[in-house]
């Protein structure tokens, strides 16, 4: 199966577009293979993010996009009788070498779920809980502070500025997904990974997710997984569509909508696929 | 029925359609030229009679177009599609308007005495209708080599007109008399000059379709 790796195109579409990018990779992913026990889930990928984009993936059930999104954090760790063989670079640093801190790692590359998992603890308390266990911060002022900006890049402290000491369980789904937004941003990531994080949702939350999502790449590199194409159409600079464990064509999200190069993309996204 | 059963089955009407409007600016045309060459009005009042009709199929396929868009979302070559046909939907209704002028100019003409000079307007009319119909083939094949070629005639009917406009010129100098009914016909030239224009927006936009390539203005 040919696969092709085009140069993504950037394409600003904001009033308040992304800052200067050096050009430069901030992921790049090098013929990564990865294995369940015996089973290849992915094959041979290779991958370019560059800083402050939204790239999305994209593909059917079980074609390897969420696996590949946490190779990118190495949250595959944690499954028993997994295997990685390849490199993903991080600023040119591989996350996978022999004395990796993987608990850096994981600052440095945040990740929000598919369903948003608060902790049953206070709002402030779930926003704080990062910046106290990583100790990032060296006073009580500090950490209002932080996790104050934290909310606010979440597009949240509007709404529970006068509630901060109340559970974070009593939040609409909507707000609980923002506030672990705000909880992975509050020890400022470099990258967001984000696996269907709107998919829950109704389409007002999924709304502002999305509005949260096309501000925050001014900061940050976003990676989102989503089974929602027209999501990823809206979202996303670049677009990766992923197939049976293999990686069939990166594009920018204007072009592989509208004209992609592969036509195993056309049939999926036109919905003929199989 | 799944999902991309039921939006083939819509853009195969949304094809079938634009097709029939096609096929209706196209048998206008032919009519209102037969009604001019052979002299006969009642062929050109039923070319006026019929155009609420192809007015009705245009606005029925920009509906069916929005509704594609707005319920079934397409992309790709659906999408492309799809916008194909809303932009081609008008101009082959402005076809068919040009032949409806056509038709009405046979009117005033048949009333008055024959001119010697159809001849030429004949031979650019068989040119415009050629393109149509290859253009309207075009399209249904997806064929943008085919367009493409269709494009390049049009420098022919182009020609045709010039000629045309100078030998009119020349008539209504030579015989004054008939400069009323020459200017008529220089108008009759122009619609076909026009048509040829937008067959070429037609194969413009089946290009488009095909290979997902601007070519407008380039």
Redesign the interface.
Known sequence: MPVEIAAPKLEVRTSAPPRETNGKAKVAVRELDFFYGRVQALHSISLEIPERIVMAFIGPSGCGKSTFLRTLNRMNDVIPGTRVGGRVLIDDHDIYAPGTDVVELRRRVGMVFQKSNPFPKSIFDNVAYGLRINRLTNSNSELAGRVEQALKDAALWNEVKDRLKTSALSLSGGQQQRLCIARALAIRPEVLLMDEPASALDPIATSKIEELIFDLKKQYTIVIVTHN??QA?RVSDTTAFFLLGKLIEVNSTEKM????NEKL??DY????FG | MDTHRHLDDELSSLRDRVLLLGGEAEQALERAMYALSERDSDVARQVLEHDDQVDHLEVEIDRQCIDIIALRQPAARDLRFVISVAKMAPVLERIADHACNIARTAIDLNNEPELKSVLDLSSMAGHALKMLRGALDAFTSSDAISAREIIKSDSEINDLYNHTFHRLIELMVTEPATATRDARLLFVAKHLERIGDYVTDICELTVYMAEAAFIKHT
Do not use: K, W
């Not at chain 1, 996204?269 to 003929?272: A, C, D, P, S």
């Open positions: 194409m027209q159409a909508f509208t004209a992609p993309t056309e996204i036109t919905g003929r």
